[in-house]
């Protein structure tokens, strides 16, 4: 069985999956997208990543409205207990729209991971509602996430940098400002170690739309398809935590706006 | 014909392209290496590249004589007048070694292509001896060189950005610094535009000895070899300069210390 033939998807919902720096103004596709999806029902901006919680919630606050949002509360989790909170259960349930801000990903998971926040997030997901995140906040929602803050982001160490994500996602590990940080060598690190999982690889100002098992990309950039399972070798757990990476064989789509990928098959598609 | 099937390496000497920041130490296994090729022989220091041409020499010229080199010339070629003149080629006829330092490889290339200059080191590559770059002077070597400055190199319009090289290398493009500054993007470009190249980034302090048709990887860091023979699709050539590329099915191998390349039949190998 291929690793792609693993990869199966039930929720009814959506997710979506920036790759940070997005537009903000009127014109933004990505965010224009995301109001038009809340149909008027309230969109929850989380910051539970963030250093600046403030002027971050104000900031897509902001955008939402001036998109025509008219209710967008601000959910802060600072600490587990927040996110234990009957507040947060309670604006999601109200919510069509969970929108995850960026920062530190590894907050994310470890403030949110396995909380009533947590489940209530993936209760939205499953009734058909949209889960979002944006830079740290849509590498949170994958199966694991890559966060190594190293420069030399090609060696063998760089694939011990892993913690467990959200996992909206199975099977996914998903990086983000990637043409612009440069980060091809973590996502195929993290790819490599275990091909079950299928690298994304997401631009600034651009989106992964997903749905059940597919996706279609948004915005102007590029989303990168790290694809490990033809892999022929690797010294990923042979080789010291220093030593450069080895890697053969690995698929790798770029897809822009007019394409899209079906993730149960493994390709990529052209929508037009 | 598959594409690899086509790359065919008559000269008898080596090429040793740097991927930029080589260790100049005692320790610096490239620089020793190079010094080793030497074998008592003069290296020809060669700062064509360079916006500070003496201190680019300079620094080289103490590497090698630190690792027993007798005879380090400095060949400065700042202009195509230079690089017809007697002094270069005389230089290399006494030489075992020749030497690109880094700077523009555009420079390198619009002053020495097709110069005097630019057969000896041709005839000095067919004769056995060694030619070597770093960083631009990599990028040279080969037959297309990529040299957008631009930040956004996922665009269709880093691919346009393309000068042809020295050609010592064939059917190649070489691509430096390459871990260290993201620069997949414009590497994938190049070689989507025509799969018939086989597209090579180098991380810094990392070096490809390239002796026929294989080369084997040496340094720290890792060797990127993007190959587009089983392309299916991209929007090359179709969309506009603007918009981000699309290149569906390229294959990857990321190569380090232990490992070669077999550029004749297109595939990896471990050598240890």
């Given at each position: 069985?291929?690793?792609?033939?693993?990869?199966?998807?039930?929720?009814?919902?959506?997710?979506?999956?920036?790759?940070?720096?997005?537009?903000?103004?009127?014109?933004g596709a990505i965010l224009s997208e995301i109001a038009r999806l809340s149909a008027k029902d309230p969109i929850v901006i989380c910051t539970a990543g963030s250093s600046f919680p403030e002027e971050t919630a104000e900031r897509y606050r902001s955008a939402f409205r001036a998109l025509g949002v008219k209710s967008v509360p601000h959910l802060r989790v600072r600490t587990r207990q927040d996110a234990e909170g009957a507040r947060a259960v309670e604006l999601i349930a109200a919510a069509k729209v969970f929108f995850f801000t960026g920062g530190d990903q590894l907050r994310i998971a470890s403030i949110v991971g396995g909380t009533p926040l947590h489940r209530a997030i993936e209760?939205?997901?499953?009734?058909?509602?949209?889960i979002a995140g944006t830079s740290a906040g849509a590498s949170a929602l994958g199966e694991t996430m890559p966060y190594s803050v190293v420069e030399e982001e090609h060696r063998v160490?760089?694939?011990?940098?892993?913690?467990?994500?959200?996992?909206?996602?199975?099977?996914?590990v998903i990086d983000q400002h990637f043409a612009q940080r440069g980060r091809l060598g973590r996502?195929?690190?993290?790819?490599t170690e275990n091909p079950r999982l299928l690298g994304i690889g997401i631009d600034e100002n651009t989106a992964v739309v997903w749905k059940k098992a597919s996706f279609t990309v948004m915005g102007t950039?590029?989303?990168?398809?790290?694809?490990?399972h033809e892999l022929t070798r690797s010294n990923l757990g042979t080789a010291p935590a220093g030593a450069a990476?080895?890697?053969?064989?690995?698929?790798?789509?770029?897809?822009?706006?007019?394409?899209?990928?079906?993730?149960?098959?493994?390709r990529p598609q052209q929508r037009c």
């Open positions: 069985m291929k690793a792609a033939e693993q990869r199966r998807y039930s929720p009814r919902g959506t997710v979506i999956l920036i790759g940070g720096a997005e537009d903000k103004g009127r014109d209760e939205l997901h499953r009734s058909g509602g949209v160490a760089a694939a011990l940098s892993l913690a467990p994500g959200l996992r909206l996602l199975n099977d996914v996502l195929v690190a993290a790819v950039g590029a989303v990168y398809v790290v694809d490990g990476m080895s890697a053969f064989d690995i698929r790798l789509h770029v897809l822009n706006a007019n394409d899209s990928f079906d993730v149960a098959a493994g």
